[in-house]
């Protein structure tokens, strides 16, 4: 049985940092391109970043190029993102999905695994 499981949400400043992670289990991590995604009140689900397999490759959406970083240990089969400079536009619920290849995109059609996501909120 395949599980992602978020953690490291909460409440946090505007200007602040908060880092999130999310464990895998049941899968073959290693072989996965890993995302992030997030869904505000109102507003459909979309890209945040996304992490190739080695953990070499790494590609963001504008809002957050600059202030996040996704990041992965395969030994503890953990993605993260870090997140900085957070403002009120940050706040969201955030999913990690592991996507059907290695280098993965933005495209959330191309992930099969969903975690059942973190509260991030930014308080202005």
């Known amino acids: 049985q395949v599980q992602l499981v978020e953690s490291g949400g909460g409440l946090v400043q505007a200007g602040g940092s908060l880092r999130v992670s999310c464990a895998a289990s049941?899968?073959?991590?290693?072989?996965?391109?890993m995302g992030w995604f997030r869904q505000a009140p109102g507003k459909e689900r979309e890209f945040v970043a996304v992490?190739?397999?080695?953990?070499?490759?790494?590609y963001y959406s504008d809002f957050v190029k600059g202030r996040f970083t996704i990041s992965r240990d395969n030994a503890k089969n953990t993605v993260y993102l870090e997140m900085n400079s957070l403002t009120s536009e940050d706040t969201a619920v955030y999913y990690c999905?592991?996507?059907?290849?290695?280098?993965?995109?933005?495209?959330?059609?191309?992930?099969?695994?969903w975690g059942q996501g973190t509260q991030v909120t930014v308080s202005s």
């Open positions: 999905a592991a996507n059907r290849g290695v280098l993965g995109n933005r495209d959330d059609r191309g992930y099969d695994y």
């Open positions: 992490i190739d397999y080695t953990g070499g490759q790494t």
């Open positions: 049941g899968l073959h991590f290693r072989s996965r391109a």
